[in-house]
């Protein structure tokens, strides 16, 4: 098993431009969820997908939008990227919800310049 | 506004020592809380967790204590080990036993470096 694959693992973007961060996990998970990481700020949620066909803003959304393609892949868009969404960006799933373990991808370095 | 708060930001430990991460929370709804520990380069695993209805639970060198009246919890490292070195994170979530669609809310992290 592969558990929580992301693609790419590093992206340089000027401002303005647009891209698509791929997750993928092979654990049969229901939910899904999109984190960024800065420094000093901890792990804060940007979208969540509760199930295949839903998905839900989390607490910094805005810039973003996601898809649940199939219920092994979740997709995170940046339409028109801005310096402040330089951060990692983690692809995490669950079984089902917040209260069950969640795993881990590897992680997107994005830089905006 | 920040829910989690955690404490200290760095911490230098002896290998042997003990090492003690502190986390508090406001919302007393919260019902789920767990240990994240990430290495550098790598996405965050879960460590250890624990809920409102026991005030510790231990895996191995591993401790959570909880509690509930103060409204904090506490990762206590025992004979802390150089491989030990990553950055730690408390979380904590509500909905656990109502059904769990609550936010998981991070706190900012401890940096923990075990010297040999």
């Known amino acids: 098993n592969a558990g929580v694959t992301q693609t790419p693992k590093f992206q340089v973007l000027k401002t303005g431009q647009s891209m698509t961060l791929q997750c993928a996990q092979d654990m049969n998970h229901n939910s899904m969820y999109w984190y960024r990481q800065d420094p000093g700020m901890g792990l804060r949620l940007i979208y969540y997908?509760?199930?295949?066909?839903?998905?839900d803003k989390g607490e910094v959304p805005n810039g973003y939008n996601v898809s649940r393609l199939n219920k092994r892949e979740f997709s995170l868009r940046l339409e028109s990227a801005a310096p402040s969404q330089t951060s990692v960006y983690f692809c995490?799933?669950?079984?089902?919800?917040?209260?069950?373990?969640?795993?881990f991808g590897p992680g997107t370095r994005l830089t905006v310049t | 506004q920040q829910q989690v708060k955690q404490s200290p930001q760095s911490l230098i430990v002896q290998k042997g020592g003990i090492s003690i991460i502190n986390c508090a929370y406001e919302?007393?709804?919260?019902?789920?809380f767990p240990w994240y520990q990430q290495f550098p380069g790598k996405g965050p695993a879960l460590l250890i967790a624990?809920?409102?209805?026991?005030s510790e639970k231990k895996e191995g060198r591993f401790t959570i204590s909880f509690n509930k009246s103060a409204k904090q919890f506490s990762l206590h490292i025992m004979d802390s080990q150089p491989g030990d070195s990553a950055t730690y994170f408390c979380?904590?979530?509500?909905?656990?036993?109502?059904?769990?669609?609550?936010?998981?809310?991070f706190g900012k992290g401890t940096k923990l470096s075990v010297k040999p």
């Open positions: 997908s509760a199930s295949e066909g839903t998905t």
């Open positions: 995490a799933s669950s079984l089902a919800g917040y209260n069950y373990e969640q795993y």
């Open positions: 919302n007393t709804a919260f019902d789920y």
């Open positions: 624990i809920r409102p209805d026991v």
């Open positions: 979380a904590a979530s509500k909905g656990f036993y109502g059904g769990s669609q609550g936010n998981l809310i």
